[in-house]
């Protein structure tokens, strides 16, 4: 399985987009699933639901950020770079990488910290399955090309 599918089959499961992105790659960061999914809770919902940047992207960013962030924890070009990159092409394919863009919704439309319960309609009417699927696509792309994983 991919970590694309891992991530949307995570987010199908109830996890949030960050979790599920990040979660999907804790085998290689050497993270247990329940950490991960901890570490990345926050993040969900454009940060706590407030609909700022996607959830995805800043999962894919904690992601990028382990991988690339080098020996030394303040070296930052380089995994600056790589989560520049995905941004990038994360924002080509969408147009945004801003929750609430994405989901079409008003800057002063104010949402409850409060989930919405997952069910059929929250899928059907919520772009975010394809959006982490995506996201953790655009990772793994990345990780491949870069041989820290295997084609």
Known sequence: ???AE???????????????????????????????LKLSMGLGGGVGRMREVCGTVSGAAMVLGALYGGEDSRDK?????????????FRAQYGSIVCRELLQKRKDEKESAVPQPRDAQFYATRPCARLVFDAAGIV????????????
């Open 77 to 89: 070009p380089t995994a600056y770079g790589k989560v520049r990159a995905f941004a990038d092409a």
């Open 6 to 36: 891992t991530a949307r089959d995570l987010f199908m499961d109830g996890y949030g987009c960050a979790q599920a992105v990040f979660t999907a790659f804790a085998p290689l960061l050497g993270l247990e699933q329940d950490a991960a």
């Open 1 to 3: 399985m991919s970590y």
């Open 140 to 151: 793994e792309t990345m990780l491949r090309e870069d041989g820290i994983i295997e084609n």
